[in-house]
Structure formats: structure tokens, C-alpha cells
């Protein structure tokens, strides 16, 4: 029996490699089935305003059942991922902050609204999803 897990990755696109590291962790999970719907630099939504951008993120975000997001200071920095993280909080939806490897800084604004944060491996980011999608 497949487990389908609907997560959106939160990220900055200049760090698109967190993105790549978590999306490869959980895509190589087996027993699980993982559905993306984060908007990594190769699924962009062009041609959109600020304002259709914010409704298509607002729409992947209701859809997911966990929103991930790395507890990396440049989280704090990017007021798209501040809006997806009031976005997530305002959805109720669960969220999972990810302590990047070597991270000795983190953001506040994740590490506030966090419901669990995990370390930088595979296992405790699939474990961090099964526990909070339960």
C-alpha cells in the first residue's frame, strides 16, 4: 500500500540546492509516495503579477498536507518565503523547519511558527512528514 504525502517545499531559488537535497531525500523514500507542489526555478509561473502569484501560491499551499521549509537565516530575508510561511500558518497547515548542515544561524520567523524541526539528513525529514501528516 502506497502512503501519499502532499508537501510543498518552501525555498529561496538562490539556494535552489536545499530545495534539490530535500525533494531528492523524500523522492527516494520508498513505501511513500510524495506529491510536489513547490515551484522550484525549473516550474516557475511566469507571466504572473505579484498578485497572481501570491493566489497560485496560496492554491499549492491549501492543497499540500505539510509545508517544509529550511530554518536557513536567508528564509528570513525573502518576503516570498515570509508569505508563504503566513500563508501555511493562516491554512493551519503543519510545518516542518529543516536545520540546514553547518547552519549556526537560524530564522526566527521559521523557528516561531514551526510545529517540529529536524536536522539535515533524509531520516529526519521523512520521519518529520510522517509524524506531522498523520
Same mark, same amino acid.
Given at each position: 500500500?502506497?502512503?501519499i504525502r502532499k508537501v510543498f517545499i518552501s525555498h529561496c531559488w538562490d539556494y535552489?540546492?536545499?530545495?534539490?537535497? !530535500?525533494?531528492?531525500? !523524500?523522492n527516494n523514500t520508498p513505501y511513500y509516495e510524495f506529491y510536489d507542489y513547490s515551484i522550484s526555478a525549473d516550474k516557475k509561473l511566469v507571466g504572473l503579477n505579484n498578485y497572481e502569484l501570491a493566489n497560485a501560491i496560496k492554491e499549492r499551499i491549501r492543497q499540500?498536507? /505539510?509545508f517544509i /521549509?529550511?530554518?536557513?537565516?536567508y528564509?528570513?530575508?525573502s518576503e516570498w518565503v515570509k508569505f508563504e510561511i503566513e500563508v501555511a500558518v493562516?491554512?493551519?497547515?503543519? !510545518?516542518?523547519? /529543516?536545520?540546514?548542515?553547518?547552519?549556526?544561524?537560524?530564522?526566527i520567523n521559521v523557528t516561531t511558527h514551526a510545529n517540529k524541526i529536524v536536522g539535515?539528513?533524509?531520516?529526519?525529514v521523512i520521519d518529520g512528514i510522517k509524524e506531522l501528516t498523520r
Open positions: 500500500m502506497t502512503n535552489e540546492d536545499d530545495y534539490d537535497t !530535500i525533494k531528492d531525500w !523524500i499540500c498536507s /505539510v /521549509v529550511p530554518t536557513a537565516v528564509s528570513s530575508c493562516a491554512m493551519k497547515k503543519p !510545518i516542518l523547519g /529543516v536545520n540546514p548542515w553547518g547552519q549556526q544561524h537560524y530564522s539535515w539528513n533524509s531520516k529526519s
